[in-house]
């Protein structure tokens, strides 16, 4: 059976950077090599941003969150979840359906929840214990923010939707934008379409990267474990670069 793909950034992101791939209960390190979860939890210690990139339609990638979740609260620490699939403007609607005060019919159709199945990621978003002062993240921007940006570009955003963007914005690298590029390439032929579509990709990284900065800066001592598509982390590329870019290690 060939190896599922699941990818772990740990902080110091670009500079420590561990790959595993997962199949049932095998584990292999970013050499090939098969390891031991015991050898992953160790590791995961010392991190205070754990990024695991996933295939969304895997749900053994959905089973790994899980027990990466359950040792990292073993561990005794204070424990959040960021999760992609929530925009931040629906952060107050994620503190009332974990509060309780939301019924989750209610809560999914005011987030305009989209069409893979709330199950798949309802454990993990529930993991934290708001009693306890831990927090369920919503990370990336409005999806209203990325439509205009991928359809008609940065430049063409108004005034009020540029507000939208996270402070001291930035697009990705040039290393990612060519992969980006070539991911792409064989939907997208248009060089300005593609142009748009990597400065919405770059605006969802970004946009991440500052929740997660106001989330270091609030919990200092506390863990967060982010669960995102593994575009936005593999080769250090997304995610993790935006992060260094914000000094959060």
């Known amino acids: 059976m060939g190896k599922l793909r699941t990818l772990l950034i740990l902080q110091v992101f670009v500079l420590c950077l561990s790959t595993i ?25 010392t991190h205070s941003v754990i990024i695991m990139g996933e295939n969304h339609v895997l749900r053994t990638h959905q089973s790994q969150q ?49 069409s893979m199945p709330f199950d798949f990621y309802k454990p993990q978003a529930l993991f934290p214990d708001y009693s306890e002062g831990e927090k369920t993240w919503a990370l990336n921007a409005p999806r209203s923010l990325t439509g205009q940006i991928s359809k008609n570009g940065l430049d063409q955003l108004s005034p009020e939707m540029k507000k939208l963007l996270p402070p001291e914005f930035g697009l990705g690298s040039r290393s990612y934008q060519e992969r980006f590029f070539k991911i792409i390439g064989d939907h997208v032929t248009d060089p300005l379409a593609a142009q748009n579509y990597f400065e919405a990709q770059s605006t969802w990284d970004d946009t991440m990267a500052w929740r997660i900065q106001t989330f270091r800066n609030l919990y200092p001592d506390a863990v967060m474990f982010v669960i995102e598509g593994e575009l936005h982390v593999q080769y250090g590329g997304g995610l993790p670069e935006r992060l260094k870019k914000r000094g959060v290690s």
């Open 21 to 45: 791939a997962c199949a049932h209960s095998q584990i292999w390190n970013k050499q090939g090599e098969e390891s031991s979860f015991q050898a992953l939890s160790d590791s995961l210690k």
């Open 66 to 114: 899980l027990e990466v979740l359950k040792t990292l609260k073993s561990q005794g620490r204070a424990l959040h979840v960021g999760l992609e699939f929530f925009s931040y403007p629906f952060q107050t609607e994620v503190d009332a359906y974990r509060r309780g005060d939301l019924l989750e019919d209610d809560f999914l159709k005011k987030i305009e929840w989209g």
